[in-house]
């Protein structure tokens, strides 16, 4: 669901608004107020109108007015745990975590941890969803390599790890050069 626009928020909050009505009449008053508050979130300005709209449902929206607007939360895992999330590009902290979007368009989701490639899902939450988001992050073979090929912060001289130094040894050369190529969807 991508909504884009204020005829799609609209009919969205009308939705809420129905199901909360039907909620209503079925007798589960918690559930309707839920559902206005759903409705509230997306169209804050809203009122019903009196004279459309029996008692029950102006005293439920009433009711639902008051109480704290709803959003959406998403809980984020990831393999390996750990991992740093950012949504639309600000941190929001690390595997697992549950996350609030803060709002109804589209939303970035990046999860990257170090030696992985990162991963990102882009999706969009109604206010009072809630939705698990998995990643398993692949290793990064490149960062890999560069971990096993450097002395790990500093710790040698010249910054070259033992790897680079057996291999300059052994061609009796001062500097070494890694290249690493991959081949592509058709083997080349």
């Known amino acids: 669901l991508v909504i884009d626009d204020s005829n799609t928020i609209r009919r969205s909050a009308e939705i809420f608004l129905r199901q909360?009505?039907?909620k209503l009449r079925a007798g589960d008053a918690h559930a309707a107020e839920s559902l206005f508050s759903r409705s509230l979130a997306l169209r804050p300005g809203f009122t019903p109108d009196p004279a459309m709209f029996p008692p029950q449902v102006l005293s439920a929206w009433r009711k639902a007015a008051a109480r704290p607007l709803p959003e959406a939360e998403l809980l984020i895992q990831s393999l390996p745990s750990a991992a740093a999330i950012e949504v639309d590009g600000a941190f929001k902290?690390?595997?697992?975590?549950?996350?609030?979007?803060?709002?109804?368009?589209?939303?970035?989701?990046?999860?990257?941890?170090?030696?992985y490639r990162d991963a990102e899902s882009v999706g969009q939450w109604l206010p009072g969803d809630a939705e698990t988001l998995d990643f398993t992050l692949s290793g990064d073979r490149e960062a890999r390599l560069g971990e096993m090929l450097s002395d790990g912060g500093g710790k040698r001289a010249g910054?070259?790890?033992p790897l680079i130094d057996e291999f300059a040894a052994a061609a009796s050369v001062e500097r070494v050069a890694v290249v690493t190529l991959e081949k592509d969807g058709a083997g080349e």
């Open 20 to 22: 909360g009505i039907l």
């Open 159 to 161: 910054g070259a790890g």
């Open 93 to 115: 902290g690390r595997t697992p975590s549950r996350v609030r979007p803060g709002r109804t368009g589209p939303v970035r989701v990046r999860v990257s941890h170090k030696g």
